[in-house]
């Protein structure tokens, strides 16, 4: 039987307009405080109790350009999508994109005016640039409402609160507790427990010990968490919750059910070829929603070789050093022991808190269009052997081996990379040679070296 349920509401906005700020006001806790860079870096959700005891459930969706496929799935879950807009700031790029997200799910919304308490803020300048992208507002010719809120000075909440309890009436928010389960993942992450995935339930109800099924992943409920971290023991539609219980993460935006699913069909794993004009790269994420968007967000000139969620670990490594690739990292940790063999191994770890200089470390990378060389050696000889050539070598620096990515310059042109056959040394084959010593080096394709021509060794990795 339908019965009528908490609404779930999208908030969707620019950067910088005062989403967090305003769920801070109204969750009366304190979350911008404790957010790298000021925003937010990852979807969660939270519930808010009005004065008259009714319950919302809120989805806090980033405003980074990065997350614009987050904020497109965070509004086909919503009933009711709130479009944040700065009061002193007007319309910007991802206020547009939020407008496009609400009109493809079809669902009402609200426009909400934000830092009205600011002398810069016109509530009359905002509506004019949201009715050039074609929004018709109430008592302005059309039916959108809008309101003016301060986060502040606490101005105008409790009346949106109100209108989003009368749009939730007039909509006619229900649900089946009885009915087959069906949640929505909106984040996931990893932690000594094990998978946690969060979810807002929009129908069915959810209990320890639920077998749960998830596209390609399935599981069994151990435990359930509130928006506070509450241990719980049931959750009914409209409530957000984490899950611990799957056997592998889903993908953010996946629909979770009870109901028993072929898992046969899963996807295997394929092998990514990598085009070699490009820099392999390695991406590491806390969480799943920041990790889609990261790879959404790459750069051309990069290859992501993998992406996962979780701590950098030493296969993490031993992986990346296969593919002369880079890690980069957003927000998961990397501990001394694999930042110690990351050294050994010569692999290029960096690590960041915030998108932006993430992406801006990216773009520096591209454009800086410099590599780390690791060693260099003159050719001083030629000989023949085997219907080939052998080039007769003296290293200039650093240090030349086996495994070493090789490219042949004359002067500042490059002539092409050369793979090594053979390295000797006195007519010993040896895995590599240092700076000063004469070697004899056997390469493919072969090129047309002379004396005088350099071997560069070079890392794969750009610094």
Known sequence: MKIKRQPIVVVLGHVDHGKTS???????????????????????????????????????????????????????????????????????????????????????????????????????VCLG?????????????????????????????????DLINLLSEVDGVESDNDAELEAVVIETSKDRGGNMVSVVLRNGKLSIGSEIYAENSKGKVKGLFGDKNNPLKEVFPGEPCKILGFETIPQVGAIVTDKRQDMSSQEKKTTVKIDKNKIPLYLKANNAGSLEALVASIPDGFAVVEASVGDV????????????????????????????????????????????ELLERLNQIIKSGLIEILGKAEITTSFPFDGKKVAGCKVFSGRIEKTSDLRLFRGEVELG??????IKKQKQEVPGVSQGEEFGIFFTPQLDFQTGDMLVSVSGQLI
């Open 417 to 422: 990379k050369v793979k090594v056959i053979s």
């Open 313 to 356: 670990i030493e296969s993490d490594v031993l992986s990346a050093k296969a593919n002369k690739a880079i890690i980069f990292v957003f927000e998961s940790k990397v501990s001394s022991s694999v930042k110690k063999l990351a050294e050994m191994d010569k692999v290029k770890i960096e690590r960041f808190e915030i998108i932006y």
């Open 22 to 124: 305003l769920l801070d006001a109204l969750r009366q806790t304190s979350v911008t405080a404790s957010e790298a860079g000021g925003i937010t870096q990852s979807i969660g959700a939270s519930v808010v109790t009005t004065k008259d005891g009714n319950k919302i459930t809120f989805i806090d969706t980033p405003g980074h350009a990065a997350f614009s496929a987050m904020r497109s799935r965070g509004s086909k879950l919503a009933d009711i999508a709130l479009l944040i807009i700065d009061g002193s700031d007007g319309v910007k790029p991802q206020t547009k994109e939020a407008i496009i997200h609400i009109q493809e799910a079809n669902i009402p919304f609200i426009v909400v005016i934000t830092k009205i308490d600011l002398p810069s803020a016109s509530i009359d």
């Open 129 to 161: 640039e949201l009715e050039k992208e074609g929004l018709l507002f109430e008592g302005r010719g059309g039916q959108t409402p809008y309101i003016g809120v301060s986060a502040k000075k606490k101005e105008g909440l409790t009346e949106l609160l």
